[in-house]
């Protein structure tokens, strides 16, 4: 048995990792070959190039990097076609995945791709490039097979991996431990995003909202974990500007997770942070802005009326959602404290995000498995 498996980013590596060990118990004499990064290549994955390489920033360095990209996968089919697998799975980069995996179908190989592009939100139109891209598709959230199911694409919700990673209960009483906080704190986390550019759109506007909290509720600490240096001068810079450096804040290396967990309510950017601050059963306001002409496109491409994945999940704004304009230190500062406030309104999120939590725990690696052992047995 021979599996090929294409991972573009940190988050994928950790997927296709955790993938690869379930698959073993299926299937002990497997190998497994491609792109992969670190994880991968821990349980056995054979890279022929590091993930690394197909990670860009934006659409100017997708630009700049499109001959070496086509060149790897002209390389990468070159070789899957002389050697060709008992499957293909492309872990989520469907840009450099769907491709490879259209090409590979033509030629025969079996092909899956794991983790459903967010069609559902925007540019829907790709559903007819994944269907003929890969026979079946599996999916993090429980809404999604259903759409393929409309346009006759193979389609399997297999659970979201965070939510198998994080406990049921939330964990305040041993973050607060672990961050060195006192039990009856009043603390927000404040996340404004892991790239540089989120953070420098977003600072300005977090450091005024810190500053007019800091003035309602005079006892609040706030937590503002930052995975590079560079992000953390930036906001540091931003709290000099605002005159804001004797506030109580503690700028963190990382410990993200920690600091939400140990958080009363959280101010969060948009993206899997969100979904992460669910899952620690943690109030949050997502706050977000982008580029005036991203945002333009936006408003006309997408088709949901929510940004934040546990308003996706619920189908309705059970977390307030500010974002571009309607994203001020004013209204921010309001709707976080309405949960500082409202005691009874954060246990009954806290029950909401439990929910969702079950929803999404489905062992989601011997699940994916699972659905390759079918795929592959239907053959």
């Not at 993938?19 to 073993?24: E, F, H, V």
């Not at 872990?91 to 190989?109: I, K, Q, S």
């Not at 079996?110 to 983790?115: D, E, F, I, L, R």
């Not at 961050?179 to 600072?203: F, H, T």
Request: hydrophobic letters at 50%; glycine letters at 6%.
């Amino acid at each position: 048995m021979r599996i090929a498996m294409v991972a573009g980013e940190a988050s994928g590596d950790l997927l296709a990792a955790h993938l690869i060990r379930a698959l073993r118990v299926r299937f002990p004499s497997a190998s497994f070959v491609g792109i992969g990064g670190p994880k991968m290549q821990a349980e056995g994955f054979e890279a022929w190039w590091p993930c690394e390489t197909l990670a860009v920033m934006g659409y100017v360095d997708a630009i700049k990097r499109l001959p070496a990209l086509l060149r790897v996968r002209r390389g990468l089919l070159r070789r899957l076609k002389q050697d060709p697998p008992d499957i293909f799975i492309g872990v989520d980069a469907p840009d450099f995945n769907l491709g490879v995996e259209t090409r590979l179908r033509r030629a025969g190989v079996h092909t899956m791709h794991y983790v459903s592009p967010s069609i559902w939100a925007w540019r829907g139109n790709r559903v007819h490039k994944i269907g003929r891209a890969a026979e079946h598709v599996m999916c993090l959230f429980p809404f999604e097979p259903e759409i393929y199911a409309r346009h006759g694409i193979a389609a399997s919700f297999v659970g979201h991996p965070l939510a198998d990673e994080f406990p049921l209960k939330g964990q305040r009483a041993a973050a607060r431990g672990t961050l060195q906080l006192d039990d009856d704190a009043q603390v927000v986390a404040v996340l404004p995003g892991s790239r540089e550019g989120e953070v420098g759109r977003l600072a300005s506007t977090y450091v005024d909202t810190i500053k007019l909290l800091a003035e309602r509720y005079p006892q609040v600490l706030f937590l503002v974990p930052l995975i590079t240096r560079k992000t953390r001068d930036m906001f540091e810079l931003a709290l000099y500007q605002a005159n804001a450096q004797h506030l109580p804040v503690r700028l963190l290396f990382g410990h993200a997770h920690e600091a939400m967990a140990a958080a009363n309510v959280v101010l969060v950017a948009s993206g899997t942070a969100t979904l992460e601050a669910a899952l620690l059963k943690c109030p949050m306001v997502i706050a977000y802005k982008v580029g005036k002409l991203t945002y333009r496109l936006a408003k006309y491409l997408t088709y949901l009326p929510w940004v934040g994945l546990p308003n996706i999940l619920a189908r309705e704004f059970v977390v307030p959602e500010l974002i571009q304009h309607d994203a001020t230190p004013e209204k921010l500062a309001a709707a976080l404290g309405q949960w500082l406030d409202d005691k009874a309104a954060c246990e009954q999120l806290a029950l909401r995000f439990e929910q969702m939590h079950l929803t999404l725990r489905q062992n989601n690696a011997e699940k994916a498995a699972a659905v390759v052992s079918a795929v592959l047995g239907q053959r």
